[in-house]
């Protein structure tokens, strides 16, 4: 998702006059990551709650993680936004909404801007919204055994989606979290119960993967009503794809990919204020050359990566510790 927007801004801002990323946007759909993202959350919220099903008091702590995962840091970057468009309002290139909008923003309700786009302050909450009431919707069904868990919540988001595509609902909240791609939770949630499964080796699954990244490159014609289908199964290939091998081992390289799994949500949040500072130099320095863009969007997923470090290791770690009464610093990324 970094990748498309910055390049994306990169294009709008006339850092591409050989049309180099402009190729690779049309080529293959980047922002399938969010995709990816709602597969690999479904997955990890049964993996991590492993424990929880069935067990006294699961629910109430499978949310309080959640909630101390999520809020505090989404909270804190809608507030710098909200900080920086009062400072400077030319800088952001939407209208935003009055103190109901706001409020909803902060509270994950999803609302409609003045100029009808169902999105938050703090755009790419919209995400956000939808993952809340994933959690919402999962949490009464850990008084059930894992199976019967996942299966329960299927049941219900696919019923949900059903109710919403062929009866509709009046209300444009009910509307937009009966979107057909909430059901790429449940499919994250049906490879969590296949693992422990079989393992493929590694043709194979870099065949799956091959095929997953063809299917992807396709689903850019298809209609936009088919979205949860032509993006939701690649994605959920992809994943399967990583999944289903032999266990990783425990060498430098795993160990570095997971301290920026363990980042991803902050570089998820953190990387259009990067990216608005990289734009800035583009036009400070009149940079409208290939290299140029290519330099920024180099030096902005590398400044945007950095950034989501720094604050998951000395922001997001630590605010987890504190109201997870010193437990949570090891879990932070759970």
Known sequence: MAFQHITHDCITNGGDPAGWFSAAVRFFPWHAGVDIFFVISGFVIVHASAKLFAAKGGAKIFLRRR???????????????????LASPGSINKAIGGPSYILASYLFIPWARPDGVMQPAFGLGWTLNFEMFFYAAFTP??????????AGCFVLLGA????????GFGNVQLAFWSD???????????????????????????????????LLHFALAAPGQWHA??????????????????????????????RLGDASYAMY???????????????????????AGILYVLAGLAAAQACALILNMFLERRIAAWLGGGRALKKAAV
């Not at 909630?67 to 468009?85: A, D, G, H, K, S």
């Not at 690649?234 to 999944?243: D, E, K, N």
């Open 67 to 85: 909630l101390r995962r999520i809020v505090p840091l989404y909270w804190i970057m809608t507030t710098l936004f909200l900080l920086v468009l």
């Open 141 to 150: 069904f850990l008084l059930l055994i894992r199976w019967q868990a996942v």
């Open 160 to 167: 949900f989606v059903a109710l919403g595509k062929f009866i």
């Open 180 to 214: 057909p791609i909430i059901l790429e939770f449940c499919a994250g949630m049906v490879l969590a119960l296949v693992l422990p499964g079989p393992v493929l080796n590694l043709p194979a699954r870099l065949a799956l993967a091959a095929l997953a990244v063809a």
């Open 229 to 258: 289908v032509v993006y939701g199964v690649p994605a959920t290939l992809l994943v399967a794809a990583v999944l289903l091998g032999a266990p990783a081992r425990t060498g430098s390289v795993e160990k570095l990919l997971v």
């Open 269 to 291: 949040l953190v990387h259009p204020f990067i990216m608005r500072g990289f734009t800035v130099l583009l036009h400070k320095f009149h940079a409208r050359n290939e290299l």
